[in-house]
Structures are given as structure tokens and as C-alpha cells.
């Protein structure tokens, strides 16, 4: 069973990349999936959006046996309040084995670290009709707070959404972290 691992982003996932917009419809929602349909395209994509961390964003790919199957990222670093905005994806041939929320668990970990990003609280939200990524929350620590309505529109439909947090002070959950490449944090 080849280990997964949390790495930065690399130009040459972009054939992983187009594969998992290929192959999993629904990412239609954390990606411009009609922009992402050739290489260059992705790689190109990768190169704006993925591989260039700042002092408000930064994605890690998650890797299993090398290759790019989904990704994990902190938005909207506010250092001022110490908040983070979280999101994820898996590519549909990687999911159903806990990656999420290992990866989660593993990029919350050093977030509300004080040695690290420092921050204090962690939130993310999910579309009430999206149950598996409510799970991958909770299973990461991420508790409930609340409904926004018609928070989100994909095409013509509207969507309320469920905000998640963690805070620093939040017991840690018990799911196991991913290993994270050399220097990727
Ligand atoms: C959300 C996503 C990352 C989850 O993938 P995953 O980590 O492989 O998640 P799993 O398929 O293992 O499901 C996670 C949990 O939800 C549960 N689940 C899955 N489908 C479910 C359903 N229809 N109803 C209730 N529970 C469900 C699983 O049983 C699992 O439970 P467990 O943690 O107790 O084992 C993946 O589905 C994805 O990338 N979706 C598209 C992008 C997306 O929605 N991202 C999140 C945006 S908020």
C-alpha cells in the first residue's frame, strides 16, 4: 500500500490534474473545470493558482505512489484575527479511504500551531447536499456552527452551506496526520 503525502504542487501534475477533472464531475465546484482540459492548460493552472504559496494562500497536492490525487489549502489568511479559510478536493479514484481528513487534520495540525502558521481559528463550509465532505470535517476536528443560506450558485441553483470550524483551543481529533514532504510547510 504506497504511503500518501502531503507536497507542494509541481508543473508536471498537470496530467494528474486534467485526469481528476476528467474523471470526477463534481470538482466542478472548487475548479474551473472548463478551463482545465488540456496540459498546458493545467500545468499553467498549477503554476498561477497552486504552486504559489503567499502570505494569504497555500495549497499542498496530496500524493499517493507519487502522483497528484487531490489537494488541501489554506485561503484568507487574516493575521490580524488569525483565521484561515480550508478547502479540499480528491480526485473520484482516491476518495473513500480517509485522505481528506487525514490531509485536514494533517495541514490544521501546523496552521494553529503557535511554532507555525500561528493562526487561531480554522473554518471551511460545505453545501448542505454534500454529506461526505461534512464528515471529512467533522472527522478532522471541524464542529458545526451553523447554516448560511444560499450561501454558493453553481449554474442557475443556489446552494446553503454549512460552516465548520476549529479553533486552537478545540480538542485535537484522534484521525491520524498525513506525512508532509521536507520543507512543503
Ligand atoms: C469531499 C471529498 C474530499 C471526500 O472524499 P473522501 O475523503 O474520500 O471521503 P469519503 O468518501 O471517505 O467519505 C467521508 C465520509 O463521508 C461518508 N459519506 C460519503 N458519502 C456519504 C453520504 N452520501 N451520506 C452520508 N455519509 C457519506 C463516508 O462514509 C465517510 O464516512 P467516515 O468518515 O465515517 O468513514 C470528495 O468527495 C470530493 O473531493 N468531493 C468533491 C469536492 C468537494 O466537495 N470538496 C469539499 C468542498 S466543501
Same mark, same amino acid.
Request: some cysteine.
Given at each position: 500500500?504506497p504511503?500518501?503525502?502531503?507536497? @507542494?504542487?509541481? !508543473?508536471?501534475?498537470?496530467?494528474?490534474?486534467?485526469?481528476?477533472v476528467?474523471?470526477?464531475p463534481?470538482?466542478?465546484?472548487?475548479? @474551473?473545470?472548463?478551463?482545465?482540459?488540456?496540459? +498546458?492548460a493545467?500545468?499553467?493552472f498549477?503554476?498561477d493558482?497552486l504552486a504559489t504559496?503567499?502570505?494569504? %494562500?497555500?495549497a499542498?497536492?496530496?500524493a499517493v505512489d507519487? #502522483?497528484a490525487?487531490?489537494?488541501?489549502?489554506?485561503?484568507?489568511i487574516?493575521?490580524?484575527?488569525? !483565521?484561515?479559510?480550508?478547502?479540499?478536493?480528491?480526485? +473520484?479514484?482516491a476518495?473513500g479511504?480517509?485522505?481528506? /481528513?487525514?490531509?485536514?487534520?494533517?495541514?490544521? /495540525?501546523?496552521?494553529?500551531?503557535? +511554532?507555525?502558521?500561528?493562526l487561531?481559528?480554522? %473554518?471551511?463550509g460545505?453545501?448542505?447536499?454534500? @454529506?461526505?465532505s461534512?464528515?471529512? /470535517?467533522?472527522r /478532522?476536528?471541524f464542529?458545526?456552527?451553523?447554516?448560511e443560506?444560499?450561501k454558493?450558485?453553481?449554474?442557475s %441553483?443556489?446552494?446553503?452551506? #454549512?460552516?465548520?470550524?476549529?479553533?486552537? !483551543?478545540? @480538542?485535537?481529533p484522534s !484521525?491520524?496526520?498525513?506525512e508532509?514532504?521536507?520543507?512543503a510547510?
Amino acid at each position: 500500500m504506497p504511503t500518501p503525502l502531503l507536497r @507542494p504542487w509541481i !508543473t508536471d501534475d498537470a496530467t494528474a490534474l486534467r485526469s481528476a477533472v476528467a474523471t470526477s464531475p463534481d470538482l466542478v465546484t472548487q475548479l @474551473p473545470v472548463d478551463a482545465l482540459g488540456d496540459d +498546458a492548460a493545467c500545468a499553467a493552472f498549477i503554476t498561477d493558482h497552486l504552486a504559489t504559496p503567499s502570505k494569504y %494562500e497555500r495549497a499542498l497536492a496530496i500524493a499517493v505512489d507519487g #502522483e497528484a490525487v487531490g489537494n488541501v489549502a489554506i485561503g484568507a489568511i487574516d493575521r490580524r484575527h488569525g !483565521t484561515g479559510w480550508i478547502s479540499y478536493w480528491l480526485a +473520484a479514484s482516491a476518495r473513500g479511504r480517509g485522505l481528506a /481528513a487525514r490531509a485536514l487534520v494533517t495541514v490544521a /495540525a501546523r496552521a494553529l500551531d503557535p +511554532a507555525g502558521d500561528d493562526l487561531f481559528r480554522l %473554518e471551511l463550509g460545505h453545501r448542505l447536499n454534500n @454529506p461526505s465532505s461534512c464528515a471529512v /470535517a467533522r472527522r /478532522a476536528g471541524f464542529v458545526a456552527e451553523g447554516v448560511e443560506r444560499a450561501k454558493l450558485a453553481y449554474g442557475s %441553483e443556489r446552494f446553503d452551506v #454549512e460552516t465548520h470550524a476549529r479553533l486552537r !483551543t478545540d @480538542p485535537a481529533p484522534s !484521525t491520524a496526520p498525513l506525512e508532509v514532504a521536507a520543507a512543503a510547510w
